[in-house]
C-alpha cells in the first residue's frame, strides 16, 4: 500500500508540474516601446486582447546574452513573474522564449 500511495504522489508531481509549465509565459504582439534606465517596458496585447507592461532588462533575464529589443508589430512568447497594479498587469521578463 506504501508503495501504491508514493506512487500515486510521484504521478500527481509529474503532472502538477506539467500543467505549471506554461502558467508564466505570456504570447502577444508589441504595441509600443518605452525605453527606461536599465532596459525597456513593452506594451504586449494577447490573442484574448489582455494588455500587460513588460519590463525587460539584462539584470532580470536568466542568461543577460537573449536579452533582445522588439519591434512594434513584432510577435513575442515572454516568460516571468506577473502582477498586478489597480489597473494595469504586469511581467518581470526573466527569460525571452524563441520561436
Known sequence: MKKF???VFLVSLIVSCALMKDKNLLTGDVEAI???KDGYTAKIK???????LAT??????VDS???KVFKIGEKVTLKGEFWKSDTEKHIKVTDIVLR
Do not use: C, M, P, W
Not at 46 to 52: D, G, L, R, S
Not at 56 to 61: A, E, K, M, Y
Open 65 to 67: 546574452q537573449d536579452y
Open 34 to 36: 518605452e525605453y527606461g
Open 46 to 52: 494577447t490573442a484574448k486582447k489582455e494588455i500587460y
Open 5 to 7: 500511495l508514493s506512487f
Open 56 to 61: 525587460i532588462s539584462r539584470v532580470n533575464l
